[in-house]
Protein backbone atom coordinates (compact mmCIF):
# COMPACT_ATOMS: atom_id res chain seq x y z
CA UNK A 1 0.00 0.00 0.00
CA UNK A 2 1.76 3.13 -0.79
CA UNK A 3 2.01 6.11 1.51
CA UNK A 4 0.95 9.35 1.44
CA UNK A 5 -2.48 11.15 2.30
CA UNK A 6 -5.77 10.73 0.04
CA UNK A 7 -6.86 13.70 -2.56
CA UNK A 8 -8.64 16.15 -0.91
CA UNK A 9 -9.01 20.25 -0.48
CA UNK A 10 -6.88 20.79 2.48
CA UNK A 11 -3.71 21.10 1.27
CA UNK A 12 -4.73 24.12 -1.41
CA UNK A 13 -6.10 25.70 1.99
CA UNK A 14 -3.03 25.15 3.49
CA UNK A 15 -0.78 26.25 0.45
CA UNK A 16 -2.35 29.65 0.06
CA UNK A 17 -1.92 30.74 3.32
CA UNK A 18 1.61 29.30 3.85
CA UNK A 19 2.39 30.32 0.24
CA UNK A 20 0.45 33.44 -0.84
CA UNK A 21 -0.23 35.26 2.68
CA UNK A 22 -0.69 38.93 1.16
CA UNK A 23 -2.82 37.75 -2.11
CA UNK A 24 -6.21 39.12 -1.53
CA UNK A 25 -9.51 38.42 -1.54
CA UNK A 26 -11.91 41.11 -2.65
CA UNK A 27 -15.33 41.03 -2.97
CA UNK A 28 -18.42 43.54 -2.87
CA UNK A 29 -20.59 43.17 -0.49
CA UNK A 30 -24.30 45.19 1.11
CA UNK A 31 -21.79 47.06 2.91
CA UNK A 32 -19.44 48.16 -0.34
CA UNK A 33 -15.87 46.63 -1.52
CA UNK A 34 -14.61 44.51 1.51
CA UNK A 35 -11.02 43.29 1.08
CA UNK A 36 -8.51 41.10 2.56
CA UNK A 37 -5.78 38.85 2.23
CA UNK A 38 -5.40 34.78 2.22
CA UNK A 39 -4.28 35.06 5.84
CA UNK A 40 -7.42 37.04 7.16
CA UNK A 41 -9.37 33.96 5.06
CA UNK A 42 -7.30 31.01 6.65
CA UNK A 43 -7.98 32.31 10.09
CA UNK A 44 -11.50 32.83 9.46
CA UNK A 45 -11.89 29.47 7.59
CA UNK A 46 -10.72 28.36 10.91
CA UNK A 47 -13.02 29.85 12.96
CA UNK A 48 -15.79 29.09 11.20
CA UNK A 49 -15.04 25.63 11.22
CA UNK A 50 -14.68 25.67 15.21
CA UNK A 51 -18.08 27.82 15.38
CA UNK A 52 -19.60 25.18 13.15
CA UNK A 53 -18.23 22.41 15.50
CA UNK A 54 -19.34 24.13 18.70
CA UNK A 55 -23.18 24.19 17.13
CA UNK A 56 -22.86 20.03 16.62
CA UNK A 57 -21.61 19.84 12.87
CA UNK A 58 -19.97 16.45 12.66
CA UNK A 59 -18.66 14.64 9.67
CA UNK A 60 -20.81 13.71 6.96
CA UNK A 61 -23.56 16.25 7.94
CA UNK A 62 -25.16 18.69 5.23
CA UNK A 63 -24.46 22.39 5.63
CA UNK A 64 -26.26 24.88 3.21
CA UNK A 65 -25.92 27.96 1.87
CA UNK A 66 -28.41 30.10 -0.24
CA UNK A 67 -25.94 33.03 -1.32
CA UNK A 68 -24.39 35.32 -3.85
CA UNK A 69 -20.68 35.48 -4.53
CA UNK A 70 -18.91 36.77 -1.81
CA UNK A 71 -16.42 36.37 0.72
CA UNK A 72 -18.51 34.76 3.73
CA UNK A 73 -19.76 32.42 0.51
CA UNK A 74 -16.39 31.39 -0.14
CA UNK A 75 -14.80 30.96 3.57
CA UNK A 76 -17.46 28.12 3.70
CA UNK A 77 -16.59 26.40 0.59
CA UNK A 78 -13.34 25.14 2.42
CA UNK A 79 -14.46 25.55 6.00
CA UNK A 80 -17.39 22.89 5.51
CA UNK A 81 -15.81 20.33 3.46
CA UNK A 82 -12.36 20.40 5.57
CA UNK A 83 -14.32 19.42 8.77
CA UNK A 84 -15.44 16.34 6.66
CA UNK A 85 -18.84 18.04 6.55
CA UNK A 86 -20.69 18.46 2.99
CA UNK A 87 -21.48 21.97 1.26
CA UNK A 88 -24.53 22.13 0.06
CA UNK A 89 -25.06 25.25 -2.37
CA UNK A 90 -28.71 25.56 -3.16
CA UNK A 91 -29.47 27.79 -5.43
CA UNK A 92 -32.18 30.76 -4.20
CA UNK A 93 -33.77 31.35 -7.87
CA UNK A 94 -35.45 27.99 -7.52
CA UNK A 95 -39.38 27.80 -6.68
CA UNK A 96 -40.07 27.28 -3.51
CA UNK A 97 -41.04 23.94 -3.67
CA UNK A 98 -37.84 22.83 -4.98
CA UNK A 99 -35.95 24.55 -2.04
CA UNK A 100 -38.26 22.37 0.33
CA UNK A 101 -37.71 19.52 -1.72
CA UNK A 102 -34.22 19.87 -1.83
CA UNK A 103 -33.67 20.81 1.94
CA UNK A 104 -35.46 18.15 3.05
CA UNK A 105 -34.03 15.45 0.44
CA UNK A 106 -30.28 16.87 1.84
CA UNK A 107 -31.28 16.93 5.01
CA UNK A 108 -29.43 19.95 5.83
CA UNK A 109 -28.27 21.25 9.36
CA UNK A 110 -27.33 24.45 8.75
CA UNK A 111 -28.13 27.66 6.37
CA UNK A 112 -26.26 30.25 5.25
CA UNK A 113 -28.26 32.91 3.87
CA UNK A 114 -27.64 36.56 2.63
CA UNK A 115 -29.96 39.36 4.24
CA UNK A 116 -31.00 40.12 0.92
CA UNK A 117 -31.60 36.42 -0.02
CA UNK A 118 -33.86 36.26 3.69
CA UNK A 119 -36.93 37.00 2.46
CA UNK A 120 -36.86 34.49 -0.23
CA UNK A 121 -35.63 31.75 2.56
CA UNK A 122 -38.31 32.71 4.78
CA UNK A 123 -41.10 32.56 2.21
CA UNK A 124 -40.00 28.72 1.40
CA UNK A 125 -38.99 27.71 5.03
CA UNK A 126 -42.17 29.00 6.76
CA UNK A 127 -44.80 26.35 7.46
CA UNK A 128 -42.85 23.87 5.32
CA UNK A 129 -42.08 20.65 7.04
CA UNK A 130 -39.41 19.93 5.10
CA UNK A 131 -37.45 22.68 6.87
CA UNK A 132 -38.11 20.70 10.24
CA UNK A 133 -34.57 19.34 10.08
CA UNK A 134 -33.04 22.62 9.97
CA UNK A 135 -31.64 23.57 13.74
CA UNK A 136 -30.12 27.10 12.84
CA UNK A 137 -29.72 30.15 10.57
CA UNK A 138 -26.82 32.52 9.98
CA UNK A 139 -27.12 35.63 8.62
CA UNK A 140 -24.25 36.74 5.70
CA UNK A 141 -23.60 39.94 7.63
CA UNK A 142 -22.69 41.36 10.99
CA UNK A 143 -26.37 42.02 11.89
CA UNK A 144 -29.55 39.92 11.64
CA UNK A 145 -32.47 41.87 9.51
CA UNK A 146 -35.97 41.27 10.87
CA UNK A 147 -36.89 37.80 10.56
CA UNK A 148 -40.02 35.61 11.36
CA UNK A 149 -37.29 32.73 11.08
CA UNK A 150 -36.29 31.54 14.43
CA UNK A 151 -32.41 30.38 15.46
CA UNK A 152 -31.11 32.88 13.60
CA UNK A 153 -27.27 34.69 13.98
CA UNK A 154 -25.51 36.65 12.17
CA UNK A 155 -22.03 35.23 10.48
CA UNK A 156 -20.21 37.80 12.41
CA UNK A 157 -21.23 36.87 15.95
CA UNK A 158 -21.32 33.18 14.64
CA UNK A 159 -17.51 33.01 13.93
CA UNK A 160 -16.75 36.07 16.80
CA UNK A 161 -14.52 34.47 19.19
CA UNK A 162 -13.67 30.72 18.06
CA UNK A 163 -9.86 29.95 17.95
CA UNK A 164 -8.51 31.39 14.52
CA UNK A 165 -6.65 27.41 14.25
CA UNK A 166 -8.44 24.25 13.45
CA UNK A 167 -7.29 21.31 13.58
CA UNK A 168 -7.92 19.84 9.96
CA UNK A 169 -9.00 16.28 10.58
CA UNK A 170 -7.46 13.83 7.97
CA UNK A 171 -10.22 12.85 5.31
CA UNK A 172 -10.86 9.90 2.74
CA UNK A 173 -10.87 11.17 -0.08
CA UNK A 174 -13.96 9.58 -0.52
CA UNK A 175 -15.54 11.78 2.00
CA UNK A 176 -18.69 13.88 0.27
CA UNK A 177 -17.81 17.30 0.36
CA UNK A 178 -20.34 19.28 -1.88
CA UNK A 179 -23.59 19.06 -2.94
CA UNK A 180 -25.40 20.96 -5.97
CA UNK A 181 -28.78 19.67 -7.12
CA UNK A 182 -29.36 20.14 -10.84
CA UNK A 183 -31.17 23.46 -12.74
CA UNK A 184 -34.29 20.16 -13.21
CA UNK A 185 -36.17 22.32 -15.74
CA UNK A 186 -37.91 18.99 -16.11
CA UNK A 187 -39.23 17.40 -13.30
CA UNK A 188 -37.67 17.32 -9.65
CA UNK A 189 -34.66 18.50 -9.12
CA UNK A 190 -31.67 15.89 -8.63
CA UNK A 191 -28.79 15.95 -6.15
CA UNK A 192 -24.88 14.99 -7.15
CA UNK A 193 -23.02 14.45 -4.53
CA UNK A 194 -19.03 15.54 -4.96
CA UNK A 195 -16.57 13.74 -2.80
CA UNK A 196 -13.23 15.30 -1.40
CA UNK A 197 -11.44 13.82 -4.74
CA UNK A 198 -13.78 14.86 -7.31
CA UNK A 199 -12.99 17.99 -6.07
CA UNK A 200 -9.50 17.92 -6.04
CA UNK A 201 -9.44 16.31 -9.37
CA UNK A 202 -11.31 19.21 -11.15
CA UNK A 203 -9.10 21.75 -8.99
CA UNK A 204 -5.70 20.12 -10.84
CA UNK A 205 -7.79 19.00 -14.27
CA UNK A 206 -8.85 22.76 -14.37
CA UNK A 207 -5.57 24.23 -13.06
CA UNK A 208 -3.81 23.20 -16.47
CA UNK A 209 -3.01 24.82 -19.27
CA UNK A 210 -5.56 22.51 -21.07
CA UNK A 211 -8.11 23.43 -18.92
CA UNK A 212 -8.06 26.93 -17.55
CA UNK A 213 -4.42 27.57 -16.60
CA UNK A 214 -4.98 29.60 -13.85
CA UNK A 215 -1.73 31.14 -12.63
CA UNK A 216 -0.73 33.38 -9.30
CA UNK A 217 -0.93 36.47 -11.01
CA UNK A 218 -4.04 36.14 -12.60
CA UNK A 219 -7.33 37.88 -10.96
CA UNK A 220 -9.95 35.94 -11.22
CA UNK A 221 -13.54 36.94 -10.92
CA UNK A 222 -16.52 34.06 -11.14
CA UNK A 223 -19.51 35.99 -12.16
CA UNK A 224 -21.17 32.37 -12.18
CA UNK A 225 -22.47 32.06 -9.47
CA UNK A 226 -21.09 30.28 -6.31
CA UNK A 227 -24.45 28.12 -5.90
CA UNK A 228 -24.02 26.81 -9.54
CA UNK A 229 -21.70 23.76 -9.52
CA UNK A 230 -19.37 25.65 -6.88
CA UNK A 231 -19.12 28.80 -9.44
CA UNK A 232 -16.53 26.33 -11.96
CA UNK A 233 -14.52 25.54 -9.31
CA UNK A 234 -13.08 28.83 -9.61
CA UNK A 235 -13.49 29.24 -5.75
CA UNK A 236 -11.13 25.89 -5.77
CA UNK A 237 -9.01 26.45 -8.25
CA UNK A 238 -8.00 30.27 -7.55
CA UNK A 239 -7.05 29.63 -4.22
CA UNK A 240 -4.73 26.11 -5.15
CA UNK A 241 -3.30 28.54 -7.61
CA UNK A 242 -2.57 31.33 -5.39
CA UNK A 243 -4.30 34.06 -7.69
CA UNK A 244 -6.60 36.79 -6.13
CA UNK A 245 -10.23 36.52 -5.91
CA UNK A 246 -12.87 38.88 -6.82
CA UNK A 247 -16.53 38.05 -5.79
CA UNK A 248 -19.01 40.67 -7.41
CA UNK A 249 -21.59 40.10 -4.68
CA UNK A 250 -25.63 40.29 -5.03
CA UNK A 251 -27.16 40.59 -8.77
CA UNK A 252 -24.36 42.17 -10.02
CA UNK A 253 -25.50 44.61 -12.78
CA UNK A 254 -23.16 44.86 -15.84
CA UNK A 255 -21.75 48.74 -14.43
CA UNK A 256 -20.39 47.07 -11.30
CA UNK A 257 -19.01 44.42 -13.29
CA UNK A 258 -16.92 46.91 -15.52
CA UNK A 259 -15.96 48.78 -12.26
CA UNK A 260 -14.62 45.77 -10.57
CA UNK A 261 -12.09 44.79 -13.63
CA UNK A 262 -10.89 48.20 -13.90
CA UNK A 263 -10.63 48.58 -10.41
CA UNK A 264 -9.35 45.31 -8.95
CA UNK A 265 -7.57 44.81 -12.81
CA UNK A 266 -9.54 41.44 -13.21
CA UNK A 267 -7.51 38.91 -15.47
CA UNK A 268 -10.05 35.92 -15.96
CA UNK A 269 -13.77 36.15 -15.57
CA UNK A 270 -16.15 33.52 -16.27
CA UNK A 271 -19.83 33.23 -16.82
CA UNK A 272 -23.01 32.70 -19.20
CA UNK A 273 -23.74 34.06 -22.49
CA UNK A 274 -26.50 36.67 -21.10
CA UNK A 275 -24.32 37.85 -18.52
CA UNK A 276 -21.91 38.50 -21.73
CA UNK A 277 -24.61 40.37 -23.13
CA UNK A 278 -25.22 42.57 -20.83
CA UNK A 279 -21.72 43.82 -20.43
CA UNK A 280 -20.96 43.93 -24.08
CA UNK A 281 -24.51 46.53 -24.16
CA UNK A 282 -22.84 48.41 -21.18
CA UNK A 283 -18.74 48.67 -22.98
CA UNK A 284 -20.53 49.49 -25.88
CA UNK A 285 -22.12 52.58 -24.56
CA UNK A 286 -20.06 53.83 -22.04
CA UNK A 287 -16.22 54.58 -21.33
CA UNK A 288 -14.77 51.60 -18.73
CA UNK A 289 -11.52 50.31 -19.16
CA UNK A 290 -10.92 46.66 -19.14
CA UNK A 291 -8.03 46.17 -20.68
CA UNK A 292 -6.50 43.88 -17.82
CA UNK A 293 -8.72 41.36 -19.15
CA UNK A 294 -7.15 38.35 -20.41
CA UNK A 295 -9.44 35.58 -20.87
CA UNK A 296 -13.35 35.55 -20.65
CA UNK A 297 -14.87 31.66 -19.82
CA UNK A 298 -18.17 31.17 -21.38
CA UNK A 299 -20.22 28.40 -20.97
CA UNK A 300 -23.78 27.15 -19.60
CA UNK A 301 -24.86 27.87 -23.08
CA UNK A 302 -23.41 28.00 -26.65
CA UNK A 303 -21.29 30.83 -26.54
CA UNK A 304 -22.58 33.20 -30.02
CA UNK A 305 -20.09 33.87 -32.75
CA UNK A 306 -20.70 37.67 -32.58
CA UNK A 307 -19.75 37.51 -28.63
CA UNK A 308 -16.60 35.48 -29.14
CA UNK A 309 -15.48 38.17 -32.11
CA UNK A 310 -16.14 41.27 -29.89
CA UNK A 311 -14.20 40.13 -27.39
CA UNK A 312 -11.49 38.68 -29.29
CA UNK A 313 -11.31 42.02 -31.11
CA UNK A 314 -10.07 43.68 -27.71
CA UNK A 315 -7.60 41.05 -27.25
CA UNK A 316 -9.12 39.07 -24.90
CA UNK A 317 -9.26 35.43 -25.37
CA UNK A 318 -12.47 33.69 -25.40
CA UNK A 319 -12.52 30.35 -23.59
CA UNK A 320 -16.29 28.46 -24.26
CA UNK A 321 -16.28 25.72 -22.38
CA UNK A 322 -19.10 23.41 -21.53
CA UNK A 323 -19.68 21.16 -17.96
CA UNK A 324 -22.38 19.94 -16.51
CA UNK A 325 -23.46 19.61 -12.80
CA UNK A 326 -23.03 15.99 -12.96
CA UNK A 327 -19.01 16.69 -13.57
CA UNK A 328 -18.32 19.21 -11.00
CA UNK A 329 -18.62 20.60 -13.68
CA UNK A 330 -16.16 21.59 -16.65
CA UNK A 331 -15.66 18.64 -18.77
CA UNK A 332 -14.84 20.28 -22.51
CA UNK A 333 -12.56 23.99 -23.21
CA UNK A 334 -11.90 25.32 -26.83
CA UNK A 335 -8.56 26.14 -26.96
CA UNK A 336 -6.60 26.30 -30.45
CA UNK A 337 -5.11 22.94 -30.48
CA UNK A 338 -1.66 22.47 -31.44
CA UNK A 339 -0.68 22.35 -35.14
CA UNK A 340 -4.06 24.19 -36.13
CA UNK A 341 -1.41 27.26 -36.54
CA UNK A 342 -2.26 27.63 -40.11
CA UNK A 343 -6.20 27.93 -39.74
CA UNK A 344 -7.46 30.87 -41.98
CA UNK A 345 -10.35 32.84 -39.94
CA UNK A 346 -13.74 30.95 -40.71
CA UNK A 347 -11.34 27.68 -39.68
CA UNK A 348 -10.14 29.25 -36.64
CA UNK A 349 -13.81 30.68 -35.71
CA UNK A 350 -15.50 27.20 -36.48
CA UNK A 351 -12.80 25.82 -33.80
CA UNK A 352 -13.62 28.25 -31.07
CA UNK A 353 -17.13 28.98 -31.66
CA UNK A 354 -17.45 24.48 -30.39
CA UNK A 355 -17.58 23.49 -27.13
CA UNK A 356 -14.29 22.14 -27.27
CA UNK A 357 -11.52 19.60 -26.24
CA UNK A 358 -12.09 17.34 -23.31
CA UNK A 359 -9.88 18.51 -20.66
CA UNK A 360 -7.22 16.05 -19.53
CA UNK A 361 -8.52 12.58 -17.19
CA UNK A 362 -11.48 12.41 -18.76
CA UNK A 363 -12.92 10.08 -21.39
CA UNK A 364 -16.30 10.02 -24.11
CA UNK A 365 -18.09 8.18 -26.47
CA UNK A 366 -20.96 9.04 -29.10
CA UNK A 367 -23.58 7.10 -29.08
CA UNK A 368 -26.15 7.09 -31.95
CA UNK A 369 -29.82 6.18 -32.14
CA UNK A 370 -28.72 2.32 -33.00
CA UNK A 371 -26.57 2.26 -29.83
CA UNK A 372 -23.52 2.27 -32.13
CA UNK A 373 -20.52 4.57 -31.26
CA UNK A 374 -20.65 7.66 -33.94
CA UNK A 375 -17.52 8.59 -36.10
CA UNK A 376 -15.91 11.58 -35.38
CA UNK A 377 -16.19 13.16 -39.02
CA UNK A 378 -17.83 16.69 -37.44
CA UNK A 379 -21.12 15.37 -39.42
CA UNK A 380 -22.77 12.20 -37.56
CA UNK A 381 -23.97 12.73 -34.03
CA UNK A 382 -25.04 10.94 -31.02
CA UNK A 383 -25.81 11.27 -27.48
CA UNK A 384 -22.25 12.23 -25.14
CA UNK A 385 -21.38 9.24 -23.12
CA UNK A 386 -18.76 10.41 -20.72
CA UNK A 387 -16.79 9.09 -17.42
CA UNK A 388 -13.78 9.98 -15.55
CA UNK A 389 -12.76 11.35 -11.53
CA UNK A 390 -14.87 14.29 -11.95
CA UNK A 391 -17.76 12.75 -13.07
CA UNK A 392 -20.71 11.40 -10.78
CA UNK A 393 -22.02 7.81 -11.03
CA UNK A 394 -25.08 8.64 -9.58
CA UNK A 395 -27.98 10.69 -8.38
CA UNK A 396 -28.53 10.84 -4.56
CA UNK A 397 -31.38 8.82 -3.46
CA UNK A 398 -32.97 8.33 -7.16
CA UNK A 399 -32.80 5.36 -8.37
CA UNK A 400 -35.33 5.97 -11.23
CA UNK A 401 -32.83 8.63 -12.66
CA UNK A 402 -29.71 6.50 -11.92
CA UNK A 403 -30.98 3.42 -14.10
CA UNK A 404 -31.74 5.68 -16.71
CA UNK A 405 -28.55 8.45 -16.83
CA UNK A 406 -25.69 6.18 -16.06
CA UNK A 407 -24.47 3.09 -18.12
CA UNK A 408 -21.06 1.04 -18.29
CA UNK A 409 -19.37 3.05 -15.46
CA UNK A 410 -20.42 6.80 -17.96
CA UNK A 411 -23.15 9.00 -17.66
CA UNK A 412 -25.05 9.59 -20.18
CA UNK A 413 -24.68 13.50 -20.79
CA UNK A 414 -28.54 13.86 -23.25
CA UNK A 415 -26.14 16.25 -25.01
CA UNK A 416 -26.38 15.01 -28.47
CA UNK A 417 -23.21 16.45 -30.25
CA UNK A 418 -20.72 15.65 -32.87
CA UNK A 419 -16.85 15.31 -33.03
CA UNK A 420 -14.57 16.73 -35.90
CA UNK A 421 -11.38 15.00 -36.72
CA UNK A 422 -9.28 17.11 -34.59
CA UNK A 423 -11.51 15.79 -31.43
CA UNK A 424 -13.58 19.72 -31.18
CA UNK A 425 -17.10 18.85 -29.75
CA UNK A 426 -19.52 20.60 -30.85
CA UNK A 427 -23.12 20.60 -29.16
CA UNK A 428 -26.13 19.78 -31.58
CA UNK A 429 -28.09 19.96 -29.05
CA UNK A 430 -29.98 18.48 -25.87
CA UNK A 431 -31.53 15.45 -26.36
CA UNK A 432 -35.09 16.78 -25.55
CA UNK A 433 -34.74 19.88 -27.49
CA UNK A 434 -34.00 18.77 -31.13
CA UNK A 435 -36.97 19.47 -33.13
CA UNK A 436 -37.85 16.41 -35.54
CA UNK A 437 -39.71 17.62 -38.47
CA UNK A 438 -40.81 14.68 -40.78
CA UNK A 439 -38.62 12.52 -38.91
CA UNK A 440 -35.34 14.22 -39.54
CA UNK A 441 -33.75 16.57 -37.01
CA UNK A 442 -33.31 20.21 -36.70
CA UNK A 443 -31.01 21.83 -34.37
CA UNK A 444 -32.50 24.40 -32.61
CA UNK A 445 -28.91 25.26 -31.17
CA UNK A 446 -28.00 26.04 -34.86
CA UNK A 447 -31.11 28.00 -35.63
CA UNK A 448 -30.33 29.88 -32.63
CA UNK A 449 -27.04 30.77 -33.42
CA UNK A 450 -27.32 31.85 -36.83
CA UNK A 451 -30.60 34.46 -35.37
CA UNK A 452 -28.30 35.19 -32.51
CA UNK A 453 -25.95 36.58 -35.41
CA UNK A 454 -28.04 38.87 -36.57
CA UNK A 455 -27.54 42.82 -35.78
CA UNK A 456 -30.77 43.77 -34.02
CA UNK A 457 -31.08 40.42 -32.01
CA UNK A 458 -30.46 40.63 -28.25
CA UNK A 459 -31.90 37.05 -27.91
CA UNK A 460 -33.76 33.83 -29.56
CA UNK A 461 -34.65 30.73 -28.99
CA UNK A 462 -36.41 28.36 -31.11
CA UNK A 463 -38.61 25.21 -29.80
CA UNK A 464 -40.51 22.53 -31.59
CA UNK A 465 -44.10 22.65 -31.34
CA UNK A 466 -46.21 19.67 -32.25
CA UNK A 467 -47.63 19.51 -35.90
CA UNK A 468 -50.53 17.61 -37.28
CA UNK A 469 -48.54 16.82 -40.33
CA UNK A 470 -44.70 17.27 -39.85
CA UNK A 471 -45.33 16.20 -35.90
CA UNK A 472 -43.02 19.23 -34.82
CA UNK A 473 -41.89 22.36 -36.73
CA UNK A 474 -40.12 25.15 -35.22
CA UNK A 475 -40.71 28.29 -33.99
CA UNK A 476 -38.35 30.76 -32.98
CA UNK A 477 -38.66 33.52 -30.16
CA UNK A 478 -36.67 36.72 -30.72
CA UNK A 479 -35.87 39.63 -28.61
CA UNK A 480 -35.02 42.43 -31.13
CA UNK A 481 -33.26 45.58 -30.03
CA UNK A 482 -35.45 48.55 -29.22
CA UNK A 483 -36.73 51.19 -31.85
CA UNK A 484 -36.14 48.70 -34.91
CA UNK A 485 -38.22 47.50 -37.90
CA UNK A 486 -40.22 44.48 -36.77
CA UNK A 487 -41.75 43.22 -39.54
CA UNK A 488 -38.37 43.98 -41.74
CA UNK A 489 -36.81 42.26 -38.99
CA UNK A 490 -38.43 39.06 -38.95
CA UNK A 491 -38.20 38.86 -42.69
CA UNK A 492 -34.59 39.08 -42.90
CA UNK A 493 -34.37 36.73 -40.35
CA UNK A 494 -36.48 34.19 -42.14
CA UNK A 495 -34.04 35.20 -45.13
CA UNK A 496 -30.75 34.60 -43.08
CA UNK A 497 -31.97 30.72 -42.49
CA UNK A 498 -32.41 29.91 -45.99
CA UNK A 499 -29.36 30.91 -46.93
CA UNK A 500 -27.72 28.61 -44.45
CA UNK A 501 -30.04 26.01 -44.30
CA UNK A 502 -32.51 23.42 -45.84
CA UNK A 503 -35.77 25.15 -46.24
CA UNK A 504 -37.50 22.66 -43.94
CA UNK A 505 -35.15 24.15 -41.17
CA UNK A 506 -36.95 27.66 -42.02
CA UNK A 507 -38.98 28.15 -38.65
CA UNK A 508 -42.43 28.55 -39.30
CA UNK A 509 -42.89 31.40 -37.26
CA UNK A 510 -40.58 34.46 -35.75
CA UNK A 511 -41.95 35.58 -32.39
CA UNK A 512 -41.35 38.71 -31.04
CA UNK A 513 -41.10 38.87 -27.22
CA UNK A 514 -39.53 40.78 -24.70
CA UNK A 515 -38.02 38.23 -22.62
CA UNK A 516 -36.56 34.65 -23.32
CA UNK A 517 -38.06 32.78 -20.32
CA UNK A 518 -35.03 31.60 -18.15
CA UNK A 519 -34.22 28.78 -15.79
CA UNK A 520 -32.89 29.26 -12.39
CA UNK A 521 -29.23 28.78 -13.83
CA UNK A 522 -29.68 31.67 -16.62
CA UNK A 523 -30.49 29.25 -19.42
CA UNK A 524 -33.16 29.51 -21.61
CA UNK A 525 -36.74 27.89 -20.67
CA UNK A 526 -37.59 26.57 -23.35
CA UNK A 527 -40.42 24.49 -21.06
CA UNK A 528 -42.29 27.88 -20.40
CA UNK A 529 -42.70 28.74 -23.76
CA UNK A 530 -43.72 24.94 -24.71
CA UNK A 531 -46.54 25.41 -22.31
CA UNK A 532 -47.23 28.51 -23.93
CA UNK A 533 -47.40 27.78 -27.46
CA UNK A 534 -48.68 23.91 -27.63
CA UNK A 535 -50.17 24.26 -30.90
CA UNK A 536 -48.88 25.42 -34.35
CA UNK A 537 -52.12 26.56 -35.21
CA UNK A 538 -51.32 29.79 -33.00
CA UNK A 539 -48.87 30.89 -35.00
CA UNK A 540 -49.20 33.59 -37.78
CA UNK A 541 -46.91 31.73 -39.99
CA UNK A 542 -46.96 28.30 -41.97
CA UNK A 543 -45.16 25.75 -42.67
CA UNK A 544 -44.82 25.80 -46.62
CA UNK A 545 -46.43 22.80 -48.80
CA UNK A 546 -42.34 21.92 -49.86
CA UNK A 547 -41.26 21.83 -45.71
CA UNK A 548 -39.90 18.37 -46.26
CA UNK A 549 -36.84 17.03 -46.01
CA UNK A 550 -35.02 16.18 -48.49
P1 LIG B 1 -26.00 22.41 -15.76
O1 LIG B 1 -25.93 21.06 -15.16
O2 LIG B 1 -27.13 23.24 -15.24
O3 LIG B 1 -24.68 23.09 -15.72
O4 LIG B 1 -26.37 22.22 -17.29
C1 LIG B 1 -25.58 21.42 -18.11
C2 LIG B 1 -26.05 21.53 -19.52
O5 LIG B 1 -25.90 22.86 -19.99
C3 LIG B 1 -25.24 20.69 -20.47
O6 LIG B 1 -25.64 19.34 -20.46
C4 LIG B 1 -25.50 21.39 -21.79
O7 LIG B 1 -26.75 20.99 -22.34
C5 LIG B 1 -25.61 22.85 -21.39
N1 LIG B 1 -24.33 23.53 -21.62
C6 LIG B 1 -23.34 23.76 -20.74
N2 LIG B 1 -22.32 24.42 -21.32
C7 LIG B 1 -22.68 24.63 -22.61
C8 LIG B 1 -22.06 25.26 -23.74
N3 LIG B 1 -20.87 25.84 -23.68
N4 LIG B 1 -22.75 25.24 -24.91
C9 LIG B 1 -23.98 24.68 -25.01
N5 LIG B 1 -24.60 24.08 -23.98
C10 LIG B 1 -23.97 24.05 -22.79
Not at 253 to 258: C, I, M, R
Not at 361 to 367: A, H
Not at 423 to 448: N, P
Not at 496 to 517: C, S
Request: aromatic residues 10%.
Amino acid sequence: MPGGTDQTLRPFLWRAEKMYPDREIVSRTNRGIERYTYTEFADRTAQLANAMTAAGIEEGDRVATFCWNHHRHFETYFGIPTIGAQLHTINPLLPDEHVQYIVENADDQIIFVDPSLLPKLEGAATDAPEFDGVSEYVVMDSEVPDTDLDNVTDYESFIDGHDADFDWPVLSEDQPAGMCYTSGTTGKPKGVEYTQKMLWAHTMMTLTPQGLGIHDTDVVMPVVPMFHVNAWGLPFSTTAAGAKHVYPGPSPSPEDLANLIEEEGVTITAGVPTVWLGLMDYLKNNDADVSSLEQVIIGGSAAPEAMIRYFEDKGIEVLHAWGMTEMSPIGSVAHMKAGLEGLDDAGYMEKRKTQGLMVPGLEFKIVGDDGEEVPWNGEDFGELWIRGPTVTQEYYKRPDANEEDFEDGYLKTGDVVSIDEDGYMKIVDRAKDVIKSGGEWISSVELENTLMAHDDVAEATVIGVPHERWQERPIAFVVPDEGIDEAALKDELLALVKDEYPKWWVPDDVVLIKEVPKTATGKFDKKVLRDQYADASMFEGSTPEDAAPE
